[in-house]
């Protein structure tokens, strides 16, 4: 039997023990089959990953998976990653991780121990079906390849290591909670889940958000998409659940502790949970291709309607229990002291829901206009979450009880945090804005405060718990405040070196010492970075590819912002032709009389697949030649041209040189 054959029977018999497992959750007597069948689905699949491991470490291109995610001169713990790089891999390992999740509920849990477990089995047998309607195990038509296409230059990064296992754990994870929520529905013990649920959902909540961190990282230092956060669909689609994620753990204790709030306990460990697969959907299913830079293509109308049908099902479950139950689930008030915990669930609750109408957008405006669709803005997400973070730390100064060194701690927090702000906005921002940032790093810093306050008595009682939780508040609080000073205190310059030249720029000296050519077709560009006496060192990349050029930053650490030096083009006697102008998105400039206005990024057809990741991006663009704005789509594709094809403005030539 060849390998491809016994990878496409492995999977449908560990599909058949799913489904023989499901059995032993309909009565106790059969709890014993569940735990059987479910540890040979479990282990089938284990078997079905080795052999993927096996077909790409082996570099066997008889495998179209194999080909279109790994080459012969890919680094091996890249090829052991390629199993996670593209969506057949990500669904088989997604499948193991939530066959593992049933097997701890089994372990772990202390109620509906053949319930729950069951449920996220069922969740698997669903993906075990979308891994038969498009194997890994595919081959590939005709004679197989000398070499396959390779990883993504922008995933050979170690984070690529790391962040999309950490991501997924979190995803399984918080399947969870929603399988004990609906069990204890089901029999009508709406506190039944509380504990278990406690701690899968604490857990998911920490692997997501490592997950989504790692992410950041990776993004920050590679540029391509945008820096450490960018709105991006496929960035909002794990954030989501796990601001949904947050309520929900903000929630359980009022149910806990006073009984109130059974019903929105319920609902946001469904929403927890929809959210996960509807973010996948949206990333996988290629809705957002033309919206999204590194979102998933699509794998055909079947494999969707196999992700629509792991959406609706559960949702319409949950919906149809909660409706069943909705006279016999009461709740008691929630007590006085415990007010500002209920206020903040709802906070951060439309935080997640607002997150979810910005990222659908896309898909909303499509069905609702003529299919073409429309995003919005990044000014949407900060605007709208600015002003909710300013509400959460609100409620926590209404609760805070007013004793004079209390008061004068928080005024201090904020101070500190507006200073900060202050300190870093660039001038050239409108005052708006500059004042909406400046609102912030004072709700950062009283944020903060408030969260030392109440760790400090925590440890002093020896409330451990606590004390953890004022923890997190307050690295929530430092995080909002970064995000508040990174993106306004950014300042970028271009620079024109030659070899054993240098200059100014963002107050450090830059030399460029030499330019050496590599024998694997990369250029390495050598910077020496002076300021303040201090001299570093660092090597930038910039090499072709067959989606374009790459560049490689390098990145210097100061006490106070970072310095990245990227390479833009090698250019013959280093100079330029006509005016440059360098634009952010949303901002403005003059060069020689022209106005230019950055609107935004137009991503143009499908760029949905990996060729086109790094290509085909166009700028809308208003140009002012004092005739009144005209809009104009210059487009740039690093694959063909560099830069792009000009665009005619009444005589004048207007090209991109490159987007960031």
Known sequence: MNLALTGQVVIGLALVAALLALRGARVPERE?????????STGLTVVAVALLWWALTGSDFRFDYVVRNTSRDLPGLYRIAALWAGQEGTILLWTLLLEL??????????????????????????????????????????APPEDGHGLNPLLRNPWMVVHPPVLFIGYALLTAPFALALAAFGRNEPDGWLEDARRFALLGWVFLGAGMMLGAYWAYITLGWGGFWAWDPVENSSLIPWIFATALLHCLPLQRRAGACRKLAYVLALATFVTVIYGSYLTRSGVLGDFSVHSFESLGAGYNAGWLALLLVPLALGLGLLARRSRQVTSQPVPAPLTWLYQAVWVITLMATLVLIGTSMPLLSKLAGDGKGFALQPSFYNRTQTLLFLVAALVLVLHLK?????????????????????????????????????????GCGLFAALALQRGVRACAAGRKAEAGVSLAHLGMALLVLGAAVSGPGANSQRLVLATGQSDQAVGAEVRLSSIEDRDDQKTAITFQVTEGGKVGAGVSLIYPTENGTMRHPTLFHRPFSDLYLEPEELLEGHAHAGNVLELAKGKSGEVAGAKVKFVNYDMGGDHSDTASMMGGVGAKLEVDLGKGPRTVVPRFNPAEANPSPPVDVDGWQISLQQIL
């Open 32 to 40: 014993r089959g569940l735990r059987l069948w479910l540890a040979v």
């Open 101 to 142: 999740t049933a097997v701890s509920m089994l372990q772990y849990c202390r109620y509906y121990r053949r319930v729950a477990p069951a449920l996220v089995t069922a969740l698997a047998a669903g993906f075990l079906v979308l891994l038969l309607i498009r194997s890994p195990f595919r081959m590939v038509a005709g």
């Open 402 to 442: 007013p004793t004079l060194p209390a008061l004068l701690q928080c005024l201090a927090g904020a101070a500190l945090g507006l200073a900060a702000v202050a300190g870093t906005v660039q001038p050239s921002y409108p005052p708006t804005v500059q004042s909406m940032l400046a609102v912030l790093g004072g």
